[in-house]
């Protein structure tokens, strides 16, 4: 049996309905859209401010000796590894270098990555792609969906993946096989 509640308790961030924590005891579910941060970037401040009180929110439930799982559509791809085409990027939004530094606090925050981990050096596991014709057929995509877990789970991940073949989203579903 878990308690679900559909956000933060903080009006400026939960009017959007971009997160749902359900608390099974011993860990927590973070399940979030993360926002866009706008053609023209001016959503930006808002998404960092929105995922660092996600990071925040989540570190006083590990500091309580909970365990934690991240995970959605982050609309960033951390490394240049996490995109077909990093170089054309970089000054938009999904791959700013400021949004990128907030992964790098995830992880500092000892979260781990476990597909990553699971299919480390390797490209081309894209979670979404634009509705351009043809970009998804070419794999011409960007890794914004994502599991992030505690250290203390890393173990119990059975396993990682994402489902390019299922149709009917400019996402692919992601998948975590975690033993409890």
């Known amino acids: 049996m878990s308690l679900v509640t559909g956000g933060l308790d903080d009006p400026s961030f939960d009017g959007e309905g971009?997160?749902?924590i359900a608390d099974y005891r011993t860990f927590v579910l973070?399940?979030?859209y993360y926002p866009n941060g706008g053609d023209d970037l001016s959503r930006v401040p808002f998404k960092l401010a929105f995922s660092e009180a996600v990071l925040q929110h989540a570190g006083a439930e590990r500091r309580a000796g909970r365990s934690g799982v991240l995970c959605g559509d982050f609309n960033t791809a951390h490394r240049?590894?996490?995109?077909?085409?990093?170089?054309?990027?970089?000054k938009n939004t999904g791959f700013l270098p400021v949004e990128r530094a907030w992964f790098d606090r995830l992880l500092d925050h000892r979260y781990v990555d476990v597909c990553r981990v699971r299919?480390?050096?390797v490209a081309g596991h894209y979670t979404w792609w634009s509705a351009r014709f043809g970009v998804r057929e070419r794999n011409v995509g960007w890794r914004i969906d994502y599991f992030f877990v505690s250290p203390d789970l890393v173990s119990r991940v059975v396993d990682a993946r994402h489902h390019p073949?299922?149709?009917?989203s400019d996402h692919s579903p992601i998948e975590l096989v975690l033993e409890i």
């Open 80 to 90: 240049e590894i996490d995109l077909a085409n990093p170089r054309s990027n970089q």
């Open 18 to 20: 971009r997160l749902i």
């Open 30 to 32: 973070y399940t979030a």
């Open 165 to 168: 073949e299922v149709m009917g």
């Open 119 to 121: 299919h480390r050096g």
